[in-house]
């Protein structure tokens, strides 16, 4: 989808504060927002656990036609439980508005961590691949879950629009280089389709961006030994989801790693970690990466000049005035750090 057009009229939008610390840094980050001048007029709705003790369901229909109405939407964690219980609201959610693409940009911001000058984007396909959760039990004699079946779906057309939009995308961001990741050696049907795919898509942008390709498992190390080579990163579901985790790391943690998930006509907007039970309502975690998120929103409708003001307040707190959260070595609450980014906007 591309970005619309420069505006100084007022963009509703969906503003889902979410589980665990996600109310926390959504407070933060709206108030960041709104020292910035950000056009947003938001519609809070209830997700997630927060959303079932309210209504019984964890993505209820308020929410669904919020977003649904505004086709836009900024998105604290939701919490899932691990196993059984409800699917996750984050992938329902991808299915349900068709957002296919998801973009995890790592850029260092903390000098001085393991790895300097880091800039990388993950460019995930978000609805297809192992994550469609097609999966069931095979009972044997007394065991109900003696046997344990998955499969994945991903689809030539699926293939195409991620790998045209990871093309595009580095088109437009000035990036010189798309690397295909895949597991094409062992899942050679499901993961192949996605590389014989991608390098068809690819001859397109011969001579205006580099392409190559690799096994996930070599790019997990290759990211550790040599990020640098990287530049955009593209691969199915459950790859992008583990290797972005991976990026996040190589840049100082969860607390800075945002993400979008972009589809046809609606765009989510959120961090890329989850609602971190450990350390939620100690008014501590680190609103840096949903901040970024909203930054990406911004630039999704035509506002750089806004992300690029709230980017620059960030990087001077944490480096002039060295305030910041615990994950980064520092001592401010969220609301402390959320108002000197505010002091340093005005
Ligand atoms: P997590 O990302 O919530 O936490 C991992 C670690 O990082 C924890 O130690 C946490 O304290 C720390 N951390 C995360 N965000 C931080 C921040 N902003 N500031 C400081 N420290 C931060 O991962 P988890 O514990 O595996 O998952 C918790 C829940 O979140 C699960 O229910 C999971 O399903 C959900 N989840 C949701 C999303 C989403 O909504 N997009 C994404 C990932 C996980």
Same mark, same amino acid.
């Given at each position: 989808?591309?970005?619309?057009?420069?505006?100084?009229?007022?963009?509703?939008?969906?503003?889902?504060?979410?589980?665990?610390?996600?109310?926390?840094?959504?407070?933060?980050?709206?108030?960041?927002?709104?020292?910035?001048?950000?056009?947003?007029?938001?519609?809070?709705?209830?997700?997630?656990?927060?959303?079932?003790?309210?209504?019984?369901?964890?993505?209820?229909?308020?929410?669904?036609?919020?977003?649904?109405?505004?086709?836009?939407?900024?998105?604290?964690?939701?919490?899932?439980?691990?196993?059984?219980?409800?699917?996750?609201?984050?992938?329902?959610?991808?299915?349900?508005?068709?957002?296919?693409?998801?973009?995890?940009?790592?850029?260092?911001?903390?000098?001085?961590?393991?790895?300097?000058?880091?800039?990388?984007?993950?460019?995930?396909?978000?609805?297809? !691949? =192992?994550?469609? @959760?097609?999966?069931?039990? #095979?009972? %044997?004699?007394?065991?109900?879950?003696?046997?344990?079946? *998955? +499969?994945?779906?991903?689809?030539?057309?699926?293939?195409?629009?991620?790998?045209?939009?990871?093309?595009?995308?580095?088109?437009?961001?000035?990036?010189?280089?798309?690397?295909?990741?895949?597991?094409?050696?062992?899942?050679?049907?499901?993961?192949?389709?996605?590389?014989?795919?991608?390098?068809?898509?690819?001859?397109?942008?011969?001579?205006?961006?580099?392409?190559?390709?690799?096994?996930?498992?070599?790019?997990?190390?290759?990211?550790?030994?040599?990020?640098?080579?990287?530049?955009?990163?593209?691969?199915?579901?459950?790859?992008?989801?583990?290797?972005?985790?991976?990026?996040?790391?190589?840049?100082? !943690? =969860?607390?800075? @790693?945002?993400?979008?998930? #972009?589809? %046809?006509?609606?765009?989510?907007?959120?961090?890329?970690? *989850? +609602?971190?039970?450990?350390?939620?309502?100690?008014?501590?975690?680190?609103?840096?990466?949903?901040?970024?998120?909203?930054?990406?929103?911004?630039?999704?409708?035509?506002?750089?000049?806004?992300?690029?003001?709230?980017?620059?307040?960030?990087?001077?707190?944490?480096?002039?005035?060295?305030?910041?959260?615990?994950?980064?070595?520092?001592?401010?609450?969220?609301?402390?750090?959320?108002?000197?980014?505010?002091?340093?906007?005005?």
């Amino acid at each position: 989808m591309a970005a619309k057009k420069a505006s100084k009229k007022e963009i509703p939008a969906t503003l889902v504060p979410g589980d665990g610390i996600g109310p926390e840094i959504t407070d933060a980050v709206v108030g960041i927002l709104e020292a910035a001048g950000a056009p947003f007029v938001w519609e809070t709705q209830q997700g997630g656990l927060a959303a079932i003790k309210e209504c019984g369901d964890p993505l209820p229909q308020a929410l669904l036609d919020s977003i649904r109405r505004t086709k836009l939407a900024l998105k604290g964690p939701l919490t899932t439980p691990v196993g059984g219980g409800f699917r996750s609201v984050n992938v329902r959610l991808r299915e349900e508005f068709e957002l296919y693409a998801n973009v995890r940009p790592a850029r260092t911001v903390m000098p001085g961590g393991r790895y300097e000058n880091i800039d990388l984007v993950l460019v995930r396909e978000n609805i297809e !691949g =192992l994550y469609v @959760a097609f999966e069931h039990y #095979i009972p %044997i004699g007394d065991d109900p879950h003696a046997v344990a079946l *998955g +499969s994945g779906v991903n689809t030539r057309a699926g293939c195409r629009r991620i790998a045209e939009y990871a093309f595009e995308y580095a088109v437009r961001n000035n990036r010189k280089k798309v690397t295909i990741i895949h597991k094409a050696n062992v899942m050679k049907i499901l993961t192949g389709l996605f590389l014989e795919t991608a390098r068809e898509v690819a001859k397109a942008y011969e001579g205006k961006v580099e392409v190559n390709d690799r096994i996930v498992d070599a790019c997990a190390m290759q990211l550790v030994l040599d990020p640098w080579q990287f530049d955009v990163l593209l691969a199915t579901n459950l790859f992008g989801d583990i290797l972005s985790d991976e990026m996040a790391g190589l840049v100082g !943690g =969860l607390g800075l @790693a945002p993400g979008a998930n #972009i589809g %046809i006509d609606t765009a989510i907007f959120e961090a890329v970690h *989850g +609602s971190a039970p450990d350390i939620a309502g100690k008014g501590i975690a680190n609103p840096t990466a949903m901040l970024y998120a909203a930054c990406m929103m911004l630039d999704h409708v035509g506002r750089r000049d806004l992300g690029v003001r709230i980017r620059k307040a960030v990087d001077e707190t944490l480096h002039e005035d060295k305030i910041r959260t615990g994950d980064l070595g520092g001592k401010a609450s969220t609301a402390d750090y959320a108002k000197a980014v505010v002091r340093r906007l005005s």
